[in-house]
């Protein structure tokens, strides 16, 4: 009796192993009867575990506010992204209006109980987005590099106020305040060294503005407030 039941659990095993491959192998068998190449350089992937995790990667197909349309194995998936899901890269500020249609995601979380084909994420990752803030910050970190090679201003460390315009008050440590003009064409970025207008400087941020001063004025070339981001809660 003990051998016939092994004999059917692993009769039924069998065919849950060979239902999931042919499905992982055929992209055509979805909900919206979507065909999906998969590329090398960026694969489908669709893996769920027994408790109902998931990883997912594939193209983004729409965006909306709190969720996102997945074309991956399957076809279609739709992507919860509640308050309490992550959202990197950094740089995109927890903000899906950062994702574009075409991007190259990644999504961790667990298979909805309530909607068909549908995930309720605990973390989103645009590797495209991140490929391009990437390319950004580099470009950034050596145009700044060049400009401070080049040149013969000193770079000053303190905390913003007054902030009006392209301009606004530096005051160091020691108390010592400066007024700092921002040079037609200087490079404004963020702690990430990822380009910022010099509106996103909030007042109180901490700063560090490279320029010339004269009698209390710098003109800056370049300004960088590592304020911002603000650093992301631990998890």
């Known amino acids: 009796m003990n051998k016939k039941i092994v004999a059917v659990v692993s009769a039924a ?10 499905f992982a192998q055929t992209a055509t068998v979805a909900p919206t009867a979507v065909s ?3 590329s090398q350089s960026q694969p489908m992937i669709l893996q769920v575990g027994a408790a109902g995790k998931v990883l997912l990667r594939g193209t983004v197909a729409s965006v909306s ?5 997945v074309t991956s194995w399957g076809g279609a998936w739709t992507v919860n992204v509640g308050s309490g899901a992550e959202v990197l890269p950094v740089a ?3 903000d899906l209006a ?4 075409g991007d190259y995601v990644g999504v961790q979380g667990t298979v909805s109980r309530s909607a068909i084909w549908t995930v309720d994420a605990t973390l989103v990752r645009d590797w495209t987005y ?23 201003p000193r770079n000053y460390v303190g905390v913003a106020s007054n902030i009006s315009g392209s301009s606004l008050t530096l005051t160091e440590a020691d108390g010592t305040s400066y ?5 037609l064409g200087a490079e404004v970025v963020n702690r990430n060294y990822i380009t910022l207008p010099f509106s996103g400087i909030r007042n109180n941020d901490n700063v560090r503005v490279w320029g010339v001063n004269a009698s209390g004025t ?12 603000a650093t992301p809660a631990a998890h």
Request: proline share 3%; hydrophobic share 45%; aromatic share 4%.
């Open 13 to 22: 095993a069998f065919t849950a192993v060979a239902a999931i491959t042919a």
């Open 36 to 38: 999906v190449p998969a």
């Open 65 to 69: 506010a709190g969720s996102l349309t």
């Open 92 to 94: 995109a500020g927890n």
């Open 98 to 101: 950062q994702f574009k249609v």
């Open 130 to 152: 991140r490929q391009a803030v990437n390319q950004e910050r580099q470009q950034n970190v050596q145009s700044i590099h060049a400009t401070i090679k080049n040149g013969t």
């Open 179 to 183: 007024t700092v003009d921002v040079a």
């Open 218 to 229: 710098i003109t800056a070339q370049i300004v960088r407030d590592v304020s911002i981001p």
